[in-house]
């Protein structure tokens, strides 16, 4: 009995050290993959706001305001977030190799793993610019 327990647990223990639960490099890659993928998708409403603050910039809305300067600095000022956000994603994906080889798995993970934290940084610098600049554009109603 004593034998057979031994050897459950054994066979248990080698079971449990095979099964990984680290992500390899293929699923870590495939996530930041998806990633982009939704970014690019985000990027064009990226685009779409800086061409409707620029359309705002140039109203007369902007001239009616009882605090035109502040709204004017406001609005340059999401512009240009909007433009380092979307600079930010180019430069990510400039220099991001897809099919990274190292010299050692680990070294495809680590790899990957810090491609990850790099385009969390994009996708929020894309939330936080595009909620900014969808409140304003909202505000003043601009289609």
């Known amino acids: 009995m004593k034998r057979l327990n031994m050897a459950i647990l054994g066979l248990l223990t080698v079971f449990f050290i ?3 639960t680290e992500p390899d490099a293929k699923a870590v890659r495939q ?3 998806n990633i982009h993928d ?3 998708n985000d990027g064009e409403k990226v685009i779409r706001n800086k061409m409707k603050l620029d359309t705002l910039l140039v109203s007369n809305r902007i001239k009616l305001s009882p605090d035109s300067a502040a709204l004017k600095q406001k609005i340059v000022s999401l512009i240009t977030q909007l433009n380092a956000a979307d600079e930010k994603m180019m430069d990510w ?3 991001f190799k897809d099919e990274f080889k190292g010299k050692t798995a680990q070294e ?3 790899y990957y793993k810090a491609e990850m934290v790099k385009i969390r940084a994009v996708e929020d610098s894309y ?3 595009t909620k900014a600049s969808d409140s304003l ?3 003043y109603n601009v289609k």
Do not use: G, N, P, T
Request: charged share 35%.
């Open 18 to 20: 095979a099964c990984k």
């Open 38 to 40: 939704k970014l690019m």
């Open 137 to 139: 554009i909202s505000k």
């Open 127 to 129: 939330i936080k610019v």
């Open 108 to 110: 495809d993970l680590d």
């Open 31 to 33: 996530e930041v993959l």
């Open 93 to 95: 994906m400039h220099f």
